[in-house]
T-cell receptor
Framework: NAGVTQTPKFQVLKTGQSMTLQCAQD?????MYWYRQDPGMGLRLIYY???????DKGEVPNGYNVSRLNKREFSLRLESAAPSQTSVYFC??????????????FGEGSRLTVL | AQKITQTQPGMFVQEKEAVTLDCTYD???????LFWYKQPSSGEMIFLIY??????QNATEGRYSLNFQKARKSANLVISASQLGDSAMYFC???????????FGSGTKLNVKP
């Protein structure tokens, strides 16, 4: 059981380049999320998708776009990368089930450097 | 607005001793959930413990317990009998009434000394 898989794990971009971070989960979860982690700031929500076909902005959506391709996959796109987007990106999923905690399940993270 | 505050950027604890990591939260929701995650130096996020706002008893999971004080809006993590492997970043998080949003604190870096 792979859980949440995100690719690539490392990426170096030049300012202005574009790229897409891919995320897939095999737990049949409805909700998926993209977070960024920066030193001293914890994890901040970029975008989330409550269910297939819906996406919504989080705390720091500027400079990003997302696509919920199907129930399994949720991608994050940087159209024109900036040095301020240098960060570690985490994809996560969750499901609200009666009697469960509904915690977030995380991918391993993607370290992005923008020069 | 939801907010999570962790006021201890870093802490040290002696091996085998207990340690408390502080977390306060701010929400106007009546129904919410509180979570603690561990992030070792390898980078993965590991779920530790959960407390629901309507749970009357403090949550416990092995050596982890959550000291939930609803009136004070605090949800401190207590680790008993610290081990070297407990050295990591610890994040407190809250999920509000809108199930789809989780908010995280800035984290506490715990170092366990032999």
């Amino acid at each position: 059981n792979a859980g949440v898989t995100q690719t690539p794990k490392f990426q170096v971009l030049k300012t202005g380049q574009s790229m897409t971070l891919q995320c897939a989960q095999d737990m049949n979860h409805n909700s998926m999320y993209w977070y960024r982690q920066d030193p001293g700031m914890g994890l901040r929500l970029i975008y989330y998708s409550a269910s297939e076909g819906t996406t919504d902005k989080g705390e720091v959506p500027n400079g990003y776009n997302v696509s919920r391709l199907n129930k399994r996959e949720f991608s994050l796109r940087l159209e024109s990368a900036a040095p301020s987007q240098t960060s570690v990106y985490f994809c996560a999923s969750s499901e609200r089930v009666q009697g469960s905690t509904g915690e977030l399940f995380f991918g391993e993270g993607s370290r992005l450097t923008v020069l | 607005a939801q907010k999570i505050t962790q006021t201890q950027p870093g802490m040290f604890v002696q091996e085998k001793e207990a340690v408390t990591l502080d977390c306060t939260y701010d929400t106007s929701d009546q129904s919410y959930g509180l979570f603690w995650y561990k992030q070792p130096s390898s980078g993965e996020m590991i779920f530790l413990i959960y407390q629901g706002s309507y749970d009357e008893q403090n949550a416990t999971e092995g050596r982890y317990s959550l000291n939930f004080q609803k009136a004070r809006k605090s949800a401190n993590l207590v680790i008993s009998a610290s081990q070297l492997g407990d050295s990591a970043m610890y994040f407190c998080a809250m999920r509000g009434r809108n199930f789809n949003k989780f908010y995280f604190g800035s984290g506490t870096k715990l170092n366990v000394k032999p």
